[in-house]
Structure formats: C-alpha cells, structure tokens
C-alpha cells in the first residue's frame, strides 16, 4: 500500500531521487487558527523543501474546534492538495497525545475514564473498595503473611487497602481524562469519535493520499513500587473495571486475594506466580484493548496503523507503561519508534524490525 515500487528492481535513479513515499514527512504543527490558504501555502513550502507528505499534527494552541466540520472542511483541503502535488497527506489520531481520549470527547463518559489500583495504609476517601488486608512482614522485608481484613477488624500487622480510582478532570484532556485503554468498549468509542471521522470525510483517499493514521504513545496507568519494604506512602498499579473476573476465567486464580504479593517479595526466594500473571494480563489486555482494535479497523479500511507507544526506550520502562511493545506492534501495518534528539534507542528499532518482518509488514517508521 505505502510502498507500491518494493518489489521491482533496484533503481539507482530512483534511488537518487525517490517518490513521495520514501521522503521524510514532518509532523506538520496545527498550533493556531486554521487558515486554509495560509496552510496550502505551507504545503508548497514543504514540497520544495524535499519533503514526500506530512502529518497532520494537532498541538497546544489549536483554535479551531478539534474534530468539527471547519476542522474537517481544512484536512480535506489539504488532502486534496497533497493529491494534487504527488504528496502524502498522514493522519495523527489525538488531540496532542496521549492517543485515546478524541480531545477529551471519548472521557466526558466517565466509564472509559483511566483507572488505577491504589494501595493505602488508610481507608480510601474516595473510588471503590476493592479488597483490605492484614500485612505482616519478616525482618528481611518479605512477605511473612497476609490476610483479607474485614470491616472493623483491627490488623495484627498492619491494615493495607486496595481501591480502584478513576482519573479526575485535567487541564491537558481539555478538562477532562485521559482514556481507559484496558477497556475495549472505551477503545471502540475512540475509534468512533476519530477514525470513523475521518473516513467519513476523506475515506476515499484511504490507502492513496492518505497511507497511514498515526497514534501516538498509547499506554495504560504507570505502575509504582514501594522505595523499601517497609515504605509507608501510596502506590498506584493499572486497573480496569472486572480486571479479577477476566483474571479468574485466564489463570484460574483470585487476583483480589494475593494483591500483597503485587508489592512484596515471597519468602524464601520464591517467586510469585501471581505477579507473573497480573503483569502477563495487563499487557495481553492492552494489546487486544488498543492496537489489536485499532489495526484491525485500519487493515479493513485500507489504511496503515502506524506510530509508536509510550515508554519504549528499554524492557523495564515498557513494563511500567504497556507491558511490552511487541505484543503491541503485531497489528501495527508500520511498526513505528520514538528516537528523538540523538538518542539511540536500538533495542526499540529491532523490536519494530522483528516485527514488521514477521507479519510481513512494508517497513517501520521513526517519529
């Protein structure tokens, strides 16, 4: 689809002077009021910079309502431009980023809202009581035992109380929340308000002018540890409403029951299955979730997933954000990375590499 020339001999001509979809294509900032004349004008300067497209960025600043007839009236407009110039006009899928929330337009329904597990030693002021318990710990910091803590009951060790907590309103969602990306109904409610938009209005320059839809840094609530054992401050861990009930019909087991062991070491050196698992759903959750539902809506309209998601530079940063970012890419048509500022982040490139070349993917792309 972005590459039609792939499989036809090298071109040392070509090479030196390739078509529109080997080009760079900046990340074009629509910062102010949209002016339609002004922003053709820019697509001219772009073109004779070298430039093969752009993309269509929304950033702080935007003064035309986000996503409204004017805002698509402009994106047509330059579509069409692009078609006219032989260039390749690239989709972005948020207002700023994080990809998720349409702008706030998804998150004004407060189920598809983010939500979080909080671990306190006191009782919640607030969110859903999930479960209470009795904590002990051995000298060494590990687990010496746990026990559900029933109302009124007063602990031997210490109380720990686990609540789920929705994100509140905020400034950078345009007043609202970022979204729930474990909930499948809240990720098909994003791809309502966004890509179905945009396929309304220039769907039939799909897989031609228009190649790919960027999303970027998708990502669930970052995930917090104790700074020692016996750390007295909250921490919060992703969740997601029936998040123990998907996990009982996955590994077999009560999630709400072993939480303890989501924040202390098992004696004895052993390791916890159950942490295994919660953080092995959570990633298998996201992919399915987010990127499994938003490739599979671009493949069947003939448009690439492209992007990149959050916190990738290494294994350990993805874990706190996504899980993991291969299991992510295998629905990406153009498996993509955030390199930025002369950082080498070459673990990230191979892992899109890898993938792009199992799924058969036509490349991989760098913001």
């Given at each position: 689809m972005l590459y039609p020339k792939k499989n036809r001999p090298f071109d040392e001509r070509e090479f030196q002077s390739p078509g529109s979809e080997y080009r760079s294509a900046p990340f074009w900032a629509w910062n102010n009021k949209l002016d339609r004349d002004e922003l053709l004008w820019q697509i001219d300067r772009l073109k004779e910079m070298g430039f093969g497209g752009f993309h269509m960025?929304?950033?702080?600043?935007?003064?035309?309502p986000y996503l409204s007839d004017e805002y698509m009236q402009v994106v047509g407009a330059c579509v069409d431009k692009a078609r006219r110039e032989g260039m390749k006009a690239y989709l972005y899928d948020e207002d700023r980023w994080p990809?998720?929330?349409a702008g706030g337009r998804v998150t004004k329904n407060r189920e598809f809202r983010q939500r979080t597990l909080l671990f306190s030693r006191?009782?919640?002021?607030?969110?859903?009581?999930?479960?209470?318990?009795?904590?002990?710990?051995?000298?060494?910091?590990?687990?010496?035992?746990?026990?559900?803590?029933?109302?009124?009951?007063?602990?031997?060790?210490?109380?720990?109380?686990?609540?789920?907590?929705?994100?509140p309103d905020?400034?950078?969602?345009?007043?609202?929340?970022?979204?729930?990306?474990?909930?499948?109904e809240g990720v098909r409610a994003f791809i309502r308000t966004t890509h179905e938009r945009y396929k309304a209005c220039i769907g039939d320059a799909f897989g031609k002018t228009v190649p790919s839809i960027f999303t970027d840094e998708p990502q669930f609530s970052g995930?917090?540890?104790?700074?020692?054992?016996?750390?007295?401050?909250?921490?919060?861990?992703?969740?997601?409403?029936?998040?123990e009930k998907l996990f009982y019909e996955t590994y077999g087991r009560d999630l709400l029951a072993g939480l303890p062991e989501l924040l202390w070491e098992l004696p004895d050196g052993k390791v916890s299955v159950l942490r295994y698992e919660y953080h092995d759903l959570l990633?298998?959750?996201?992919?399915?979730?987010?990127?499994?539902?938003?490739?599979?809506?671009?493949?069947?309209?003939?448009?690439?997933?492209?992007?990149?998601?959050?916190?990738?530079?290494?294994?350990?940063?993805?874990t706190m954000?996504?899980?993991?970012?291969?299991?992510?890419?295998?629905?990406?048509?153009?498996?993509?990375?955030?390199?930025?500022?002369?950082?080498?982040?070459?673990?990230?490139a191979k892992q899109a590499q890898s993938v792009s070349r199992q799924f058969g993917r036509p490349g991989v792309i760098s913001e």
């Open positions: 960025h929304v950033r702080t600043g935007l003064a035309t990809s998720g929330a006191r009782p919640p002021d607030a969110g859903e009581l999930l479960a209470a318990f009795d904590v002990a710990l051995h000298p060494d910091g590990t687990l010496k035992r746990y026990a559900a803590l029933a109302q009124g009951d007063r602990a031997q060790g210490f109380a720990l109380y686990a609540s789920m907590q929705t994100m905020m400034p950078w969602f345009n007043n609202q929340a970022y979204l729930d990306t474990l909930c499948p995930k917090e540890t104790l700074r020692f054992a016996t750390d007295e401050r909250d921490v919060t861990l992703p969740w997601t409403p029936g998040l990633a298998e959750r996201f992919a399915q979730a987010f990127a499994d539902q938003c490739g599979a809506w671009c493949e069947a309209n003939h448009i690439e997933l492209t992007g990149h998601v959050m916190s990738e530079p290494t294994l350990e940063s993805q954000a996504l899980g993991e970012a291969m299991r992510s890419y295998r629905e990406f048509g153009l498996p993509g990375i955030d390199m930025l500022a002369d950082r080498h982040e070459y673990t990230t």
